[in-house]
């Protein structure tokens, strides 16, 4: 009887400690192996890219267990960018705010300067009022402020037939150095050059630095650095004062 006892034990157990071993997912790293839907390897620096931009995603194929998984690269249809963008914006709701910079306060009279981008065009939101002005403070050789760039082109893209909307980058670059970034990487807010004036005058402290102005003149957003969800706080700041 102790014997049958202690042998359904040892089954038990046996079989209770298998049921919690959890099946380890092979991980979408560096270290993995990414392949396009005609079989040709992409560099880490490439495809990591690609999945930055939101319009491509990827699907395991080979577990290859005790060696590097392989994935599938592919370009989402539009149904499925539309589903991808709708739960990443769900994910994004639920996650903290943003740390605010500490250059500003949510409140505070914005202290606009007159300004002129690459482009010649120039602006003075003390005379030109009643507009939500977004801003950026950054330079080319950040990398957070490099790799958010293709999220805040979307942003531009989808106030671009909103004139009440302006979007001002205030880069530490000179002109000559920001056109030949540009022409590989195109940034699409009205860029203002030599901006470390502009950078001193707020006090900036950490790149990138965003801040949302309201049509009132006075700050309503602000953040310091790049958080998962800095984006979707700057467009979600922007439509509340639309």
């Known amino acids: 009887m102790k ?8 089954l038990f157990s046996f079989y209770f400690s298998n049921g919690q071993t959890a099946v380890k997912q092979p991980k979408l790293d560096e270290n993995a192996v990414v392949k396009d839907e005609n079989g040709s390897v992409y560099p ?35 149904e ?13 709701a639920k996650l903290p705010q943003p740390r605010p910079s500490e250059a500003f306060t949510d409140g505070q009279k914005f202290k606009f300067e007159k300004m002129k981008d690459l482009s010649g065009n120039k602006y003075d939101f003390k005379t030109d009022t009643g507009k939500v002005v977004v801003f950026n403070f950054w330079f080319i050789n950040c990398p957070p402020c490099k790799k958010e760039i293709p ?11 909103n004139p009440n ?16 970034f540009l022409k590989l990487s195109p940034f699409n807010y009205n860029i203002v050059p030599d901006g470390r004036y502009f950078s001193d ?42």
Request: aromatic share 12%.
């Open 165 to 180: 909307v302006k979007f001002i980058a205030i880069a530490l670059d000179d002109s000559y150095s920001l056109k030949n």
């Open 80 to 92: 499925q960018m539309e589903v991808y963008r709708k739960r990443r914006a769900e994910m994004l």
């Open 3 to 10: 014997k049958t006892s202690l042998l359904i034990i040892l």
């Open 44 to 78: 880490y620096a490439i495809w990591k890219k690609l999945l930055e931009t939101g319009q491509y995603s990827a699907k395991l194929v080979a577990r290859n267990d005790g060696v590097a998984p392989e994935f599938q690269l592919y370009r989402m249809t539009a």
């Open 201 to 242: 005058k707020y006090d900036i402290k950490g790149y990138p630095t965003h801040v949302v102005v309201g049509k009132d003149g006075t700050v309503k957003f602000s953040t310091m650095g790049l958080a998962s969800n800095t984006v979707y706080w700057v467009d979600k700041v922007i439509k509340e004062q639309l």
């Open 151 to 161: 999220e805040l082109n979307d942003l531009v893209e989808k106030y671009k037939e």
